[in-house]
């Protein structure tokens, strides 16, 4: 798991600075009240839904199989759910 990035905020001067290199940027511009009014969202963001989505869930292996999965580098969930689908063509779960 990834560390946690810090937010690290302008300080006061470092925030004056900033405005300052706004202000005398000739490709800066001010977006009025009334803009912003009139400005529509360009479509749905993000990933489209999936066909088939997966449900969180819960759940303990043993050690060893996980350690197993885990070996095999990024993608082990991935692999985990692929072995459990063939197991699953395999055997009768009725």
Do not use: C
Not at 16 to 23: K, P, S, Y
Not at 44 to 69: C, I, M, S, W
């Amino acid at each position: 798991m990834k560390a946690k990035t810090k937010l690290v905020k302008n300080t006061p001067s470092g925030d004056a600075a900033v405005q300052r290199g706004i202000a005398v940027d000739p490709d800066a511009m001010e977006v009025s009240a009334d803009d912003f009014r009139r400005m529509k969202p360009l479509g749905k963001r993000g990933r489209p839904p999936a066909e088939n989505p997966k449900v969180l869930l819960t759940v303990r292996y043993d050690k060893d199989v996980v350690d197993a999965f885990k070996a095999g580098g990024d993608g082990w969930q991935t692999r985990m759910n692929a072995a459990l689908r063939e197991w699953l063509r395999e055997h009768s779960v009725s």
